[in-house]
Every structure is written in structure tokens, then in C-alpha cells.
């Protein structure tokens, strides 16, 4: 491992816990039911929350600079935002309305999909290049707390009654 792809590894063995952790909610959301239902649903939601602010507001700025991959990064962006409009939508809804469901494994495949192409293609692209990992590294954590302390600030993602 060079110096720079060992620096890299930090940030994106981060993403890819994220990754890990968000498709096991949603295999544990199919064989849940009720009230575990609605708890893995709100767990979810806020994790793609926190995932996608980092991303968006840090992580894909940083590789856009640094990799000439702009096709990628905007496809990668425009599937954030297919994200952000379906957890609107669910937080509108109640778990146990039939929609509820439907949009819930709508987001799982978006968000399998869009782990699949961005570990597959725009992380090892983004570990070849000289984005200062280490700088990154500190600001998605120190933004991660920030991002985690507001939408937990008490509140539900939705209501669950």
C-alpha cells in the first residue's frame, strides 16, 4: 500500500462499514414485523441521512476535485437525490400503510444499487489519487457528530402510530 492509498483506507473502510451496516437493516426490515418494523425503518432512514450528508457535503466534493470521473459522480448524485425524495416520502407515511412497504424496498434497491457502483467503481478510483485523506478523514468525523446530534435531537425520523 502506498502512503497515500493507507490514508485513503480510514475514510473508506468508514464508507464501507456504513454500507454494511445500512443493507443489514434492510435484510433485517424483510423478516421484521410491527413495532421492530417501524424501529429498523427509523434506524435506516437516519443512517442514509448521515451517510448521504457526509458524502454530499464532503466526500464526493473531495474525489470530484481529484478524479475525472464526472458522469459517475453526477449519477452518483442524482441516485442521492432519488434517496433523499423517498425518505420524504416515508417520513409522510406510517410503517404500517401498504405504500410504506413498497417505497421502503424501493429505497433498499436504489441504495444496494448505488453501494455496488461506488465500491466497485468510484472508491478505488478515489484511493489511487492524492485528495488529503487525513484532513478528510478529521472533517467527516468531525461532521458526522454534528450531522448524528441533529437528527437525533429527540425526534423519530416518522411517526410510528
Given at each position: 500500500?502506498?502512503?497515500?492509498?493507507?490514508?485513503?483506507?480510514?475514510?473508506?473502510?468508514?464508507?464501507?462499514?456504513?454500507?454494511?451496516?445500512?443493507?443489514?437493516?434492510?435484510?433485517?426490515?424483510?423478516?421484521?414485523?410491527?413495532?421492530?418494523?417501524?424501529?429498523?425503518?427509523?434506524?435506516?432512514?437516519?443512517?442514509?441521512?448521515?451517510?448521504?450528508?457526509?458524502?454530499?457535503?464532503?466526500?464526493?466534493?473531495?474525489?470530484?476535485?481529484?478524479?475525472?470521473?464526472?458522469?459517475?459522480?453526477?449519477?452518483?448524485?442524482?441516485?442521492?437525490?432519488?434517496?433523499?425524495?423517498?425518505?420524504?416520502?416515508?417520513?409522510?407515511?406510517?410503517?404500517?400503510?401498504?405504500?410504506?412497504?413498497?417505497?421502503?424496498?424501493?429505497?433498499?434497491?436504489?441504495?444496494?444499487?448505488?453501494?455496488?457502483?461506488?465500491?466497485?467503481?468510484?472508491?478505488?478510483?478515489?484511493?489511487?489519487?492524492d485528495i488529503d485523506w487525513e484532513a478528510l478523514e478529521a472533517a467527516v468525523l468531525k461532521r458526522k457528530d454534528t450531522v448524528v446530534t441533529k437528527l437525533t435531537g429527540g425526534k423519530k425520523p416518522f411517526s410510528k402510530s
Amino acid at each position: 500500500m502506498t502512503g497515500n492509498t493507507a490514508l485513503a483506507a480510514g475514510v473508506i473502510e468508514m464508507l464501507k462499514e456504513d454500507h454494511e451496516k445500512v443493507k443489514g437493516l434492510f435484510e433485517e426490515f424483510e423478516s421484521a414485523e410491527g413495532k421492530e418494523q417501524a424501529d429498523i425503518a427509523a434506524t435506516a432512514i437516519m443512517e442514509l441521512e448521515v451517510h448521504a450528508d457526509l458524502e454530499e457535503k464532503l466526500i464526493y466534493p473531495a474525489i470530484r476535485e481529484h478524479i475525472d470521473e464526472d458522469e459517475k459522480m453526477n449519477e452518483a448524485l442524482e441516485e442521492h437525490h432519488l434517496v433523499h425524495v423517498l425518505i420524504k416520502e416515508l417520513k409522510k407515511l406510517k410503517p404500517h400503510d401498504a405504500v410504506f412497504q413498497a417505497k421502503f424496498k424501493v429505497l433498499a434497491e436504489l441504495v444496494k444499487h448505488h453501494i455496488e457502483e461506488e465500491e466497485g467503481e468510484m472508491l478505488p478510483a478515489a484511493q489511487k489519487s492524492d485528495i488529503d485523506w487525513e484532513a478528510l478523514e478529521a472533517a467527516v468525523l468531525k461532521r458526522k457528530d454534528t450531522v448524528v446530534t441533529k437528527l437525533t435531537g429527540g425526534k423519530k425520523p416518522f411517526s410510528k402510530s
